[in-house]
């Protein structure tokens, strides 16, 4: 299913509107009006039906502001006015995650956003009919306990997900540290997708005869310590795509800082807080791509259940310029410094 799961990473195509539906013309006049005319054909296609959207969000952080933002633009830009947004945070905490999600059962919304993990799994089990989709999540099968994954959940379930392909990131350590002996894994052991990137980083570890070892924080009072422990007997730190680290950066960097350990992002805000390189995805385009689906559920009458989750189509090779210089690391030519 791995194997499959990646390949699918490599090879899946985003819907091609994705970054063509925010830009502009030469002629602002142009642009206003066609927006204009946009939405009063959207207005006319839903036949003055408002929708109303939960959104819950596991926490504040730079990737999954981003997905939040383009989910809600791809949805204002297609249904006008006629699309309303409850956007409430978990700020981390899957508790309140899952009273976030009762509360948008109660309140009967017509469809639910969540945004990271921990929302989604607290969706699912607060309803079996409200369509639900997912978006910076990395694993689906995963996060849903499903076992003969297809690529659907045959539920009321589907999203888009964050997953960067692992082999890559893993060349990317290997590129920029050929000498590597020992390599940290730093994740939050709460996040089952940030588990399942950190075992298959290990299987191109292996392929590549690396050694590592793995420093699993709890929550974020444990970062200090534990990232202080692995700074201190590795070389170079692997931190997946994960949201509970991804709050703490400056934590992080305030360790690996001093200690001259340089860290291989999993996404570019975890990167940007830390790092050194990263194979970014755009989290934008990742929301804006979720909001195109939830247009289709919404408005089109596509099924949810059969639909397949998306990917990302494209992943960039970007560096800390700042961090880099600090620790005397020289790029290749082909990565691009994050803005």
């Not at 299913?1 to 090879?11: A, E, I, N, Y």
């Not at 109303?52 to 933002?69: F, K, S």
């Not at 170079?236 to 709050?247: E, Q, R």
């Not at 408005?299 to 005397?328: F, H, Q, S, W």
Request: with cysteine.
């Amino acid at each position: 299913m791995k194997k499959k799961l990646l390949s699918v990473v490599l090879t899946a195509v985003m819907a091609a509107t994705v970054l063509t539906g925010c830009g502009s013309t030469d002629n602002g006049t142009a642009s206003t009006t066609a927006g204009s005319a946009a939405q009063t054909e959207a207005a006319a296609s839903t036949d003055g039906k408002v929708y109303n959207i939960g959104i819950c969000q596991l926490v504040e952080h730079e990737a999954l502001d981003a997905a939040t933002q383009g989910f809600q633009d791809a949805l204002k830009e297609k249904l006008g006015d006629n699309v309303k947004f409850d956007l409430q945070n978990a700020q981390g905490e899957q508790t309140t995650a899952a009273t976030i999600c009762n509360g948008f059962v109660s309140d009967g919304v017509d469809l639910i956003l969540a945004n990271a993990t921990s929302p989604l799994q607290s969706a699912a089990a607060a309803t079996t009919s409200i369509p639900i989709l997912g978006t910076s999540v990395t694993d689906y099968a995963t996060a849903l306990e499903i076992s003969d994954w297809s690529g659907a959940t045959g539920r009321n379930i589907s999203g888009t997900s964050d997953l960067a392909p692992i082999e890559e990131q893993e060349a990317m350590l290997k590129e920029l540290f050929p000498d590597v002996k020992q390599v940290g894994l730093l994740y939050c052991s709460a996040e089952a997708n940030s588990l399942y990137q950190i075992q298959l980083f290990e299987a191109a570890l292996d392929k590549d005869g690396i050694a590592y070892k793995e420093y699993a924080i709890a929550d974020t009072n444990e970062v200090q310590s534990v990232t202080t422990a692995a700074a201190g007997e590795c070389d170079v730190l692997y931190i997946p795509t994960d949201n509970t680290l991804a709050s703490v950066t400056e934590t992080v960097y305030n360790v690996v800082a001093p200690a001259k350990v340089p860290v291989i992002a999993g996404e570019e805000g975890i990167c940007n807080g830390c790092g050194v390189a990263t194979l970014s995805i755009s989290y934008y385009d990742l929301g804006y791509a979720t909001g195109e689906m939830a247009y289709e559920i919404l408005a089109e009458g596509a099924d949810i259940t059969t639909m397949d989750v998306r990917y990302a189509p494209n992943v960039t090779k970007k560096y800390n310029a700042k961090i880099c210089e600090e620790l005397g690391i020289t790029v290749p030519d082909d990565y691009v410094a994050i803005q």
